[in-house]
């Protein structure tokens, strides 16, 4: 849970220092999103809870920065065929883990 926010952060206040530097081009930070960030799901209490944080703090950095000329956008790119992904299986907690894995997004599209 706590790398979640700290990456997110750091990157968010790496692209904000950018800005002191003179730059033509606009930047960006994307953090990586999920439906999880405004779902409850049993058995996910940490990472639904991270990714409440970092949906927050991209909504919130990019109010902040976005007239220095940064964007701080969210990809929620859905389930991603992960080894995380194939934990939730195992764990038949949720309605997740009851999806094939054809439903999953390849890792490589996300990159």
């Known amino acids: 849970m706590k790398i979640d926010i700290i990456i997110s952060t750091t990157c968010c ?5 950018s800005a002191l530097m003179p730059r033509p081009t ?3 930070t ?3 999103s999920s439906g999880a ?15 409440a944080g970092v949906l927050s703090l991209t909504r919130v950095a990019d ?3 976005r007239d220095q000329g940064i964007r701080v956008i ?3 790119p859905g389930t991603v065929a992960t080894h995380m992904q194939e934990q ?3 764990s038949n907690i949720n309605p997740i883990s009851q999806l ?7 890792a490589d599209w996300v990159a």
Do not use: M, V
């Open 88 to 90: 939730i299986r195992a």
């Open 30 to 32: 994307i953090n990586i």
């Open 26 to 28: 606009l930047r960006k």
């Open 74 to 76: 969210g990809l929620s």
């Open 13 to 17: 206040r790496s692209t904000s220092l």
């Open 37 to 51: 960030a405004t779902s409850a799901w049993e058995g996910w209490s940490h990472y639904c809870a991270t990714k």
């Open 63 to 65: 109010k902040e920065y």
């Open 100 to 106: 094939d894995w054809s439903a999953h997004i390849p």
